[in-house]
């Protein structure tokens, strides 16, 4: 229990974007295990879109034990795209699957797999947790009553951020949003 937010759970904490908890994931996996999983879901190099400039971000290789729990709540030391974040939430939903994006239309477009999760990776509870964030929690300013939106908030290097995808339930679109001087609540909700 952390004040404030009450009972958490994953679901919670993603609906909430409960930076205790996932300081306390952090600290509980290690830095090995934070830094493997980074990097299988495609952070610290470049995604293979088919446009030039794509930078890797960075991922880094060492962090002291102390600051795992900062790193995995706000992500500090680490530097990532939009298109890193929707490959990420895209393979978070889609079973583990981590794709290759690419610049098409819609009629133009063929999914590329690039690789898989391992087997052993535990996925559940994540969808519930993106679907809270937009239903009842800091992204509740996605939600609409016409199209179940689901996704994570974020703040970091005074960005706030919102990687979603539509619909919920069948996933077909997954949208990455940055904002300058973000608080890291949805779009069009501001907090004091």
Known sequence: MWAGHGPVDLKRALAVSCNPYFEWVGEQLGYEKVERYARLLGLGEPTGINLTG???????????PEAVGHLS????????????????ISATVNGGVILKPQMS???DFVPRERWRLPETTRLE??????????NEGS???AF??????A???????????????????????????????????????RHQ
């Open 125 to 134: 509870g994540l969808a519930a947790g993106f679907a809270a964030a937009v």
């Open 139 to 141: 992204a509740s300013a």
């Open 151 to 189: 996704g994570k908030t974020g703040t970091c290097a005074q960005l706030g951020w919102f990687a979603s995808y539509a619909p919920a339930d069948d996933p077909r679109l997954v949208v990455v949003v940055f904002l300058r001087r973000g608080s890291g609540h949805g779009p069009g909700q």
């Open 73 to 88: 709540s706000h992500a500090t030391g680490i530097e990532t795209s939009g298109v890193q974040l929707a490959v990420l």
């Open 54 to 64: 794509e930078t890797a971000g960075r991922v880094p290789s060492f962090v002291r």
């Open 144 to 149: 609409d009553p016409d199209v179940a939106v």
């Open 105 to 107: 239309g819609p009629e």
